[in-house]
């Protein structure tokens, strides 16, 4: 089965930086573009970023553009998420997925603020 299982999350201060890793099975994740959102309190699930299969290709929000930074580890089954210069509005919780795949993981929960 098509499991996603997230980590990295935690506490930081504006203007700090974490990286996420999300760990996929249960599918070919090397033919997979692989995507990151996010859910704030209150609010809808939004995008974040994707990557492509063969990494050639990265798409972001505006929101985050310049400050995130997609990667994948195919030999891993591995997709990351650096995050720099992070502000209180990035506080979420991240989930990552796989195109035309309806599970989701737990998700890590990011929380910036001083």
């Known amino acids: 089965q098509v499991q996603f299982v997230e980590s990295g999350g935690g506490w930081v201060q504006p203007g700090g930086s974490l990286r996420l890793s999300c760990a996929a099975s249960?599918?070919?994740?090397?033919?997979?573009?692989m995507s990151w959102y996010r859910q704030a309190p209150g609010k809808e699930r939004e995008f974040v970023a994707y990557i492509s299969a063969t990494s050639r290709a990265t798409n972001y929000a505006e929101s985050v553009k310049g400050r995130f930074t997609i990667s994948r580890d195919n030999s891993k089954n591995t997709v990351y998420l650096q995050m720099n210069s992070l502000k209180p509005e990035d506080t979420a919780v991240y989930y990552c997925n796989a195109y035309g795949y309806s599970s989701w993981g737990q998700g890590t929960q990011v929380t910036v603020s001083s």
């Open positions: 249960g599918f070919t994740f090397n033919s997979n573009l």
